[in-house]
């Protein structure tokens, strides 16, 4: 193909003047695009043409220097393609005249502006596309004979076909790196999402990343929230010693800091001669490879800073309008990745705090298994990591051995505590607790695989096991290394009727029953880990004298423990936190008679605090989707709420903080506050017609319950998140399509239910596809996030706004009046405008529909709304449907 480019040279070259053969300059091009379809890079088939061509036109050497495009690789300087062997060319200075596209044609320069060494002529021709200059065809002398017209005529007619050539190149190369870019997001979205860690998430990033952009090397810092740094996490092309010079940086300090504190893209392209950062000049200085640095934040859909992402290089880089986009793009994607990792872990800590103070209320009742549950968890734990379990399944044995016991609830304490040896009716009852305890948790859909170990962890090897009698293969590998290590935990631990045997008794048991009472491999895994040096047996102080047995604890803590394990047996309903806290509040009522009791959750974005009460009881208050609303700084529980501090108010008619909700004043009120990690997250509080209704012993109870409900909370509550993420909008956190017709038939509902009113509304962004046309869709998705946060901002507690479909929105606004909702979405329209006057934003036109009056279904509703949105739209009104 080389050698059919340069014959075709040849042809063009026997032209004369502007009469060349217009067919050979068709065949020259057709045989240059021919080649690169073929796979031929530019470089060789434009080295045989210029061999050519310099032959053609008596010059001593010919050159094209290329320019770069974004779709190619971060080099600083042109591409320079020689012909007639020669590799020191040097490419004269562009004319400056140049930069206007209508000056620029064939210029010859001698020796004092050629740069070219042994070459000081040079005619240079442009070789453009369009407006835009993609190289510079330079034809060389040795001595300063001017090129003749038709030698001119010649190489302007190569240089536009090389023109040509460069810029089909150019898309193929851009089509290329199109296709590869959409792969490696795509892939690497598919790789984040099955990332178990923020770890492994950074792990990932990095790599994929520094393959997509090609720039050099890339790192990712995680944000360290309680140190207030940012931690070096993972890393490609970076030197150990280096990642230990920068491995935690504080905000501001650095590119990646700056990044982070300022929340947008910082480019660096000469570090080390940077006055913005002094300390990394001196890492640049001394680390070459971070001469360049390209550094973006990584941002949460909560608008949380999780980290940064950056990209270095030892050379001068900076990024095009294609990098930056890339870098915003990926960027979002894994901190979309790590938000979602970070609120598992955190679900994941408060889950297992909150299984540990249910296991802690089992082993309490019995002060000889104190802390059985926690050794249990732990031998599981070592024994399923020695037979190489997958650490998924490595964390749910050990969590299946803290909650082993978990039956042991519903078990007389009498029986538990009886220092003698049971009889057949006492065996039975505790025979049971497997079952029960398998029963209890098995509403959750959390702690579902751990049910059947629960469940089959005293069955027995040999099948003379309960409660179903299971043998060999048949019990579950989770249940049989918890049976083992609840028996070698109880072997090793004092008991009522008989003190702990000793080591080597323990072990000589566990020889003796294996293949009996325990799995044979399970007990190989045991002896392994203790030869491994992997397990070590875990022993407590033995209880103190005087205390075998001990009936049960006493005083507030006896209420306490009780409390506990009456709300423990409501673990089933935790995922679904308003059923929750309702049985909640009936435990509590039931244990303080002639109280009212209330839990407050905190809302400190909106600042108010949702009520959770029995329907009905405070009906002057204000209702939204079934929850009472009450202002944040009000009242002694609000007090409590700011400070997070008990309040027993023995008279509340001398405390000026007292707020009536009921229909009748309350004469004292006991409010305890709900802490996670020092921050209130709801209270406690209960009201009684009596003065001094509250002990101080009553204060101590509800202070002692508040630990575990306010674990219990947390974990709902954040198990509630990981469930809205899926009906959340990612471009404006506001509910999806499928999340609004839910919500919409959920609020129908209690309209019916109750009588009370409902409205719904449905917008659309006028003119968005003018706005796309004009500034582009990161533009026109920036106004649709405005949109979204001016539609967000003006809304009530209750209500739910929606992204309808791509420029729709909608609203679902219980208890109010078509007429009232007008007026809100024409104060909305007002806000519109008024954010309009700083930025590009679309005006919107809506519909609104009313319960029953436009519609009894969601669908009459929609249908409703929609058309009187659209009626709008045609006359530029805003349309109300019958209301």
Known sequence: MREQVAHACVQVAGGNGAALNGACRAHVL?????????????????????????????????????????????????????????????????????????MRCARWVGPDSSGAGRYP????????????????????????????????????????????????????????????????????????????????????????????????????????????????????????????????????????????????????????????????????????????????????EQDDLLGTLALFHPEPRTPGELDTALLRLLAHQVAVALERALLADRTRDLYRASVASLAAAVDAKDPYIRNHSRRVAAYSRQIAQAMGLPPSEVEVIELAGLLHDVG??????????????????????????????????????????IVPIIRHHHERYDGRGYPDGLAGDEIPLGAAIVGLADAFETMLSNRPYRVAMSWEDVIAEVRRCRGSHFAPQVVDALFAALEAGMLEPIRDDPPPAGALPMPRAAGAEARALGLLQRISAEVSALLDIDRFLRRLVSVLESEFPDSVCDILLCNPDQGYLMLVTPDGEYPHLPVLSGTYILEENRGIAGWVARHGVSQNVPDTSQDSRYVMRGSHPMRSELAVPLLIDGRCIGVLNLESPHVAAFSLTDQHVLEMIATYVAQAMEVAHLHDQLKRQADLDPMTGLLNYRAFYERLEQELERARQTGSRLAIAILDADGMKALNDAAGYQRGNEAIRTLAGILAAHVRPGDAVARFGGDEFALIVPGIAPWALQSRLQEIDQAIAEAGKSEMLPTVSWGLAAFPQDGTCASELIARADAAMHQAKRYRTHHVGSC
């Open 30 to 102: 057709a045989t240059f695009v021919r080649g690169l379809l073929a796979g031929e890079s530019l470089e060789s088939l434009l080295t045989g043409a210029l061999h050519e061509l310099a032959a053609a036109t008596e010059s001593d050497a010919a050159a094209v220097v290329v320019h770069r495009s974004e779709w190619e690789e971060h080099h600083a300087d042109p591409r320079i393609i020689a012909g007639n062997g020669h590799d020191d060319l040097i490419p004269p200075p562009l004319p400056a005249e140049w930069d206007d596209p209508a």
């Open 121 to 300: 002529w040079c005619l240079m021709l442009p070789i453009s596309a369009g407006d835009e200059l993609r190289g510079v065809l330079c034809l060389y002398r040795a001595i300063g004979e001017p090129f003749t017209a038709d030698q001119v005529v010649v190489a302007e007619s190569f240089a536009e076909d090389a023109a040509l050539a460069i810029e089909q190149e150019r898309l193929l190369k851009a089509a290329d790196r199109q296709r590869a870019i959409l792969t490696s997001v795509h892939s690497l979205a598919q790789r984040l999402n099955s990332a178990p860690t923020p770890e492994a998430i950074a792990e990932v990033a990095v790599e994929a990343i520094a393959a997509v952009i090609r720039l050099g090397g890339a790192m990712l810092y995680l944000f360290d929230r309680s140190r207030h740094l940012l931690t070096l996490t993972a890393s490609v092309g970076l030197p150990e010693g280096v990642a230990e010079a920068i491995k935690h940086i504080s905000l501001g300090t650095t590119p990646c800091g700056t990044a982070a504190l300022e929340r947008d893209l910082v480019v660096a392209t000469n570090l080390a001669a940077d006055p913005r950062w002094p300390r990394a000049a001196e890492l640049a200085a001394q680390f070459p490879m971070l001469h360049t640095v390209w550094s973006v934040p990584l941002i949460g």
């Open 408 to 449: 042991k609830i519903g078990i007389p304490d009498r029986v538990l505590q009886k220092p003698g040896k049971l009889d057949a009716d006492e065996w039975t009852m505790i025979r049971r607790h497997p079952d029960l305890g398998a029963r209890i948790l098995a509403d959750n859909p959390a702690l579902a695989p």
